[in-house]
């Protein structure tokens, strides 16, 4: 796991930590393994931060959906940043990718939908991060995303 002076980045076996107000930015080549790492990481420092435990698990459900749409997308090992901060009103999720040309799109699968094995990720983002956004950056697409706080938590 990751030890981090809160000052301070630095490179880590699996990329480069730069530590955020709240939070933190985490350049790696995305993977399976490294979205297990990733989640602790967010997990642990969104607790640290004193946001609530539902906030922590909507965040890393929108977390992991934009991470796996970035591996579904470009491949196995394609180089992304994830930002995660929580601020005031929420936490800021962003997950940026080199592919400035290939836009997530939702699949217009209900998600109570039984039968469905797939296309219910973007839809739970629209749920959990109302206005999300695709920001195109010079080098690729950042997906920008604001969870708000659940009903009577708050990050402290």
Not at 33 to 59: F, P, Q
Not at 92 to 97: I, L, M, N
């Amino acid at each position: 796991m990751f030890v981090l002076s809160p000052q301070q980045a630095a490179p880590v076996s699996d990329g480069y930590l730069r530590p955020l107000p709240g939070g933190f930015s985490l350049y790696i080549n995305a993977s399976a393994e490294r979205l297990r790492m990733v989640r602790a990481l967010a997990a642990r420092t969104l607790r640290e931060a004193g946001a609530d435990a539902e906030t922590r698990e909507n965040v890393l459900l929108v977390a992991s959906e934009l991470i796996g749409n970035c591996v579904r997308v470009c491949g196995d090992g394609v180089p992304v940043v994830i930002d995660i901060e929580a601020g005031l009103a929420g936490v800021w999720v962003r997950v940026h990718d080199p592919e400035a040309d290939r836009l997530p799109r939702p699949a217009h699968v209900a998600l109570d939908d039984p039968e469905a094995e797939s296309g219910r990720g973007l839809g739970l983002v629209d749920l959990l991060a109302p206005g999300w956004r695709v920001v195109a950056t010079p080098l690729g697409k950042q997906i920008v995303c604001h969870l708000p706080y659940a009903r009577g938590g708050r990050c402290v």
